[in-house]
């Protein structure tokens, strides 16, 4: 690094300022690109920084703080690009009141799994129950389907409730139930497509999506919000919630 520096002194100072900062930023620059992809990261921030610290202040005091002020970098770039690639929403959900059925399953993230055993079946026999009762509905009412834990402790147990959301309770409920689901914030993602790759999009979130994200979950339902479908009621857009503080 001595040797560099004293080739650069030998150039006249406009020259030297120019030239300088050109090898810095790019071993900066190919430094925190490697931090995302192979290659010697640390390595290169690091002569880069020391580079421009020939001629940068900030850069001369952050070289001077050392390892530290690398962790705060690689910190931040990291943060970016998995922000970058997460494909995370959040908003602020209404109260909604569903009328539907619910079941007990073994969640998909478990290996004895039976959701799609238990929750196809179910919201066929909601709908059917569901188209029969006299209450004010719109043509395509949204249907959404939401999860808890169930209180039996089993590894993977959960109660899954299927509905359609209804304006107001009908006096006859035609053997369905009520749930009311209060307002909140989701952090959700979109699955769009045939409601065959849903599945994919489910393991996705929770497995991926989710735990990547800045998000801290609150006690609260998961949801399925079958937000978008098409003229037979087959789903076209789904949102995957959860719910976050």
Same mark, same amino acid.
């Given at each position: +690094?001595?040797?560099?520096?004293?080739?650069?002194?030998?150039?006249?100072?406009?020259?030297?300022?120019?030239?300088?900062?050109? /090898?810095?930023?790019?071993?900066? /620059?190919?430094?925190?690109? +490697?931090?995302?992809?192979?290659?010697?990261?640390?390595?290169?921030?690091?002569?880069?920084?020391?580079?421009?610290?020939?001629? #940068?202040?900030?850069?001369?005091?952050?070289?001077? @703080?050392?390892?530290?002020?690398?962790?705060?970098?690689?910190?931040?770039?990291?943060?970016?690009?998995?922000?970058?690639?997460?494909?995370?929403?959040?908003? #602020?959900?209404?109260?909604? #009141?569903?009328?539907?059925?619910?079941?007990?399953? #073994?969640?998909?993230?478990?290996?004895?799994?039976?959701?799609?055993?238990?929750?196809?079946?179910?919201?066929?026999?909601?709908?059917?129950?569901?188209? @029969?009762?006299?209450?004010?509905?719109?043509? =395509?009412?949204?249907?959404?389907?939401? +999860?808890?834990?169930?209180?039996?402790? @089993?590894?993977?147990?959960?109660?899954?409730?299927?509905?359609?959301?209804?304006?107001?309770?009908?006096?006859?409920?035609?053997?369905?139930? /009520?749930?009311?689901?209060?307002?909140?914030?989701?952090?959700?993602?979109?699955?769009?497509?045939?409601?065959?790759?849903?599945?994919?999009?489910?393991?996705?979130?929770?497995?991926?999506? =989710?735990? @990547?994200?800045?998000?801290?979950?609150?006690?609260?339902?998961?949801?399925?919000?079958?937000?978008?479908?098409?003229?037979? +009621?087959?789903?076209?857009?789904?949102?995957?919630?959860?719910?976050?503080?």
């Amino acid at each position: +690094m001595e040797k560099l520096r004293n080739i650069l002194a030998k150039l006249p100072h406009p020259v030297r300022w120019a030239l300088t900062v050109f /090898i810095g930023f790019i071993l900066l /620059i190919a430094g925190l690109i +490697m931090m995302v992809t192979p290659g010697p990261g640390l390595l290169f921030i690091f002569f880069g920084l020391s580079i421009l610290a020939f001629e #940068i202040e900030w850069a001369r005091e952050l070289n001077k @703080q050392g390892m530290q002020g690398l962790e705060k970098i690689v910190s931040k770039v990291k943060s970016w690009f998995r922000r970058k690639k997460l494909m995370i929403e959040s908003a #602020i959900f209404p109260k909604r #009141i569903l009328l539907g059925l619910k079941a007990n399953f #073994i969640a998909a993230t478990h290996e004895n799994s039976n959701a799609q055993e238990v929750i196809g079946p179910l919201w066929g026999e909601m709908s059917w129950r569901f188209f @029969q009762v006299p209450v004010a509905r719109d043509d =395509f009412p949204l249907g959404i389907g939401a +999860m808890w834990e169930d209180e039996s402790g @089993q590894p993977g147990a959960m109660v899954y409730f299927a509905g359609y959301e209804v304006k107001e309770v009908p006096a006859d409920l035609s053997g369905l139930e /009520i749930l009311e689901i209060p307002e909140g914030r989701y952090a959700y993602l979109t699955h769009s497509g045939a409601v065959s790759g849903l599945p994919a999009t489910v393991a996705n979130f929770y497995s991926t999506q =989710f735990p @990547q994200s800045d998000f801290q979950r609150r006690p609260g339902m998961d949801l399925e919000i079958y937000s978008e479908v098409d003229e037979s +009621m087959t789903p076209t857009k789904v949102l995957v919630a959860v719910p976050v503080l």
